[in-house]
C-alpha cells in the first residue's frame, strides 16, 4: 500500500491522530512529521519520524517521494488566539504550507485532509444551527485562512482532481496535549485546575456557548471521512461536525459532579471573547450525517467523567 504522512504530528490532534492511523494502517505505513522533533514518545518512537518544515515544499516532496506516499494528513496551523499576535507567521503557515502540501500531492497524486474550523465563520454567519453553506466572512487570520484554504481545497479537487477532504472541526478537548493559542483552550484548563486547585479563571464570559468535541470523536471523524466513500460526498472542504454545545458555567456545573466545590470565576479577555462572540454557538453537521454517516459518541457528560478519569490517573491527582 502507499504510506500515509502526517504533517504537524507533534500537535494537539496528531499526538492522537498518529496512534489511530497506525493501529489501523499498521506503524510502519504512517509517517509522522513536524518542524522539530519533540519527546513525544507514541508518535515519534512509535514508527517512522521526519522533520518537515511545511512552509518548505521541498521538505513535503522529499518526505512523500523516500515513503511513497498516498494520503497527505495537513494538521499544522497557528491558532486563533495565537494568529493575532503573529498575523503574518500564521498566513505563511496555515495557508502557504497547505498550498505547499497540495502542489506536492498533485505532483505525487496524494488525496489530502485538511482541518478547517469554526473558525472560518465570523460575525454574519447565523449563530444557531450554523448551515453547512452560509455566509463566511471571518475577522481573524486563522478564519480567513481556513476560509482560503477550504477553497483551494476544492479548487484542486475541480481543476485537477485531486481527492482533498476537509472537516469543520468545533473545540476540542483532550488529555493528551495542551492546547497551543486557541479561543476554546478554556474547555482543556479548566479540568487540570479543577484538579490541582479546585478552582478556575476563565477568559470568556459564563454564557459564551461554543461548539465543542471530544478528541476520540475529532480523530474518528477525520480517519471515517478519508475512508468514505467518494460517490457519496458532495462536499468536500469542509464539512460541518460537531459533537456538543456549551458555556463555561454549563461546563463548570458538570465538573462539579466530579469535584465538588468546585469554583470557577472569570476576568474575560477582550480579544478571545470578541473571537468566540464572532463564531457560531451550535452547527448543523446534516450533511456530514448525510454523505459519510458521522456520528459523535461524547457528550458533555460523558467526555467530562473520561477526563476527569482519565487526568486522575495520569497526574495523580485522585
Not at 497527505?72 to 496551523?77: E, L, N
Request: with cysteine; net charge negative; glycine share 8%.
Amino acid at each position: 500500500m502507499r504510506k500515509i504522512l502526517v504533517t504537524g504530528a507533534l500537535g494537539q490532534i496528531g499526538v492522537e491522530l498518529v496512534p489511530e492511523l497506525r493501529e489501523r494502517h499498521g506503524a510502519d505505513n504512517v509517517i509522522a512529521s513536524g518542524w522539530r522533533r519533540r519527546d513525544v514518545g507514541a508518535v515519534v518512537e512509535g514508527g517512522p519520524f521526519e522533520i518537515v518544515d511545511c512552509t518548505r515544499p521541498g521538505d513535503i516532496a522529499a518526505a512523500v517521494e523516500k515513503y511513497e506516499i498516498g494520503t497527505i494528513y495537513h494538521m499544522p496551523a497557528f491558532l486563533s488566539v495565537l494568529g493575532e499576535e503573529k498575523p503574518e507567521e500564521a498566513w505563511a503557515l496555515n495557508l502557504g504550507g497547505y498550498a505547499n502540501a497540495l502542489e506536492v500531492a498533485r505532483r505525487y497524486d496524494c488525496a489530502v485532509f485538511f482541518p478547517s474550523s469554526i473558525g472560518a465563520f465570523g460575525p454574519g454567519t447565523p449563530l444557531q444551527n450554523t448551515p453547512q453553506d452560509t455566509i463566511q466572512r471571518p475577522n481573524t487570520i486563522y478564519g480567513v485562512s481556513k476560509v482560503a484554504g477550504e477553497l483551494l481545497g476544492d479548487y484542486y479537487h475541480t481543476r485537477f482532481g485531486l481527492d482533498t477532504r476537509g472537516l469543520r472541526l468545533p473545540g476540542l478537548i483532550s488529555h493528551e496535549a495542551l492546547p497551543g493559542g486557541g479561543t476554546t483552550d478554556y474547555a482543556v484548563h479548566i479540568f487540570y485546575d479543577a484538579l490541582r486547585e479546585g478552582r478556575f479563571t476563565c477568559f470568556l464570559r459564563p454564557d459564551s456557548r461554543l461548539d465543542m468535541m471530544y478528541m476520540p470523536d475529532a480523530v474518528a471523524a477525520i480517519v471515517n471521512l478519508m475512508e468514505a466513500d467518494p460517490s457519496r460526498l458532495r462536499h468536500r472542504n469542509a464539512f460541518n461536525v460537531t459533537a456538543m454545545s456549551f458555556t463555561p458555567e454549563e461546563l463548570a456545573a458538570e465538573i462539579r459532579r466530579h469535584v465538588p466545590g468546585f469554583e470557577i470565576d472569570y476576568a474575560v479577555d477582550p480579544l478571545k471573547q470578541a473571537i468566540a462572540d464572532s463564531w457560531p454557538d451550535s452547527m448543523d453537521d446534516s450533511a456530514a450525517r448525510e454523505e459519510w454517516d458521522w456520528q459523535p459518541r461524547y457528550d458533555l457528560a460523558a467526555m467530562t467523567a473520561e477526563m476527569i478519569g482519565t487526568l486522575r490517573r495520569k497526574q495523580d491527582l485522585a
